[in-house]
């Protein structure tokens, strides 16, 4: 990190330079406003209040982008109520101990990072989701199934969800899990999705588990009836949408579990290309139940 130190206190503003530039920072140190070069970045601003309030407020204005922690005497609305509210971070009280010293400068740096890198995902997904609509109604209570073959809906609307109810998301995919304990995620929002991959045993666990919980299940296969609210979406591509090209077996089992409904099994095997027998070894294989009427 660059650091300033404004401090008229020298021999106290060299120790602090000294213990911070022992941690590898580059720090420079001013007694008075008129030895600072204003057209310098600064990760953080070390600001003594002894200084008038008028340069105070001026220093404060002028690289309101660092972090700036006010080094005062004493405590009153010059030195730091006012301070405070023209944009500084914090305040440490002299005489002071060096470790909470370094202890506040790395805290606000972390924070200022963790808070721009919650900026760039919110606008990243903003982006991302931003033309992608549906129709249908959200249901007001969890748990609830959503139906579709655009796997971005489904996690548009868990989205919606987790910021509407301020809760963080747990994403699980059956496909490389078998097994869900709702309880170990009592705290957040459980996304299971990839839920058309499990066997019909996991599934009726993990939908006999969930009652009591928030929890979105997202499956591109029609479940049936269910006890949970659910809602089917139609979107304009009949696939998942996805940025990486399939393994030959994801392929066959996207589309058997896709259009399974639709067509019947000698209609299936024709359009993929293979044998009906091998379409029953391509379920066998990937533990896909085949549905009644094919």
């Given at each position: 990190?660059?650091?300033l130190?404004?401090?008229?206190e ?5 120790k602090v ?16 406003i ?12 070390l600001?003594?209040t002894?200084?008038s309030?008028?340069?105070v ?13 006010l ?10 109520t006012?301070?405070l509210?023209?944009?500084a ?9 060096m470790?909470e ?6 805290h ?5 990072r963790?808070?721009q ?11 991302a ?7 249908e109604?959200?249901?007001n ?8 073959k ?13 910021k509407?109810l301020?809760k ?5 995919s059956?496909e490389?899990?078998?097994k869900v304990?709702?309880?170990?995620f009592?705290n ?18 993990i939908?006999n ?15 049936g ?19 990486s090209?399939l ?16 067509y ?31």
């Amino acid at each position: 990190m660059n650091i300033l130190i404004l401090d008229e206190e020298v021999y106290l503003a060299q120790k602090v330079a000294m213990r911070l530039q022992e941690e590898g920072n580059g720090c420079t140190h001013v007694s008075n406003i008129k030895e600072i070069q204003f057209d310098t970045n600064y990760d953080a601003v070390l600001l003594s209040t002894n200084i008038s309030s008028s340069d105070v407020h001026k220093i404060i204005t002028h690289f309101n982008n660092s972090i700036i922690i006010l080094l005062v005497s004493y405590i009153n609305d010059t030195t730091v109520t006012k301070p405070l509210k023209d944009g500084a971070n914090d305040y440490i009280v002299k005489p002071f101990i060096m470790d909470e010293l370094v202890r506040k400068i790395y805290h606000y740096d972390e924070f200022k990072r963790l808070k721009q890198n919650n900026i760039n995902l919110e606008n990243y997904i903003n982006f991302a989701f931003n033309n992608i609509k549906h129709e249908e109604e959200v249901p007001n209570n969890l748990p609830f199934v959503i139906e579709t073959k655009d796997q971005r809906i489904a996690d548009k609307i868990v989205f919606d969800v987790a910021k509407k109810l301020n809760k963080t998301i747990k994403f699980i995919s059956l496909e490389k899990h078998t097994k869900v304990n709702p309880e170990d995620f009592r705290n957040e929002l459980l996304y299971i999705y990839d839920f058309h991959y499990a066997k019909k045993a996991s599934k009726d666990l993990i939908l006999n588990t969930i009652s009591e919980y928030d929890v979105i299940i997202s499956s591109l296969e029609d479940l049936g009836e269910i006890e949970y609210p659910k809602i089917t979406i139609e979107s304009a591509n009949k696939l998942s949408v996805v940025d990486s090209i399939l393994t030959i077996n994801d392929y066959v089992k996207l589309m058997v579990v896709s259009f399974q409904n639709k067509y019947p099994d000698t209609e299936l095997s024709r359009r993929l290309g293979i044998s009906r027998k091998s379409l029953w070894e391509k379920r066998k294989k990937f533990g896909i139940e085949k549905n009644r009427g094919n």
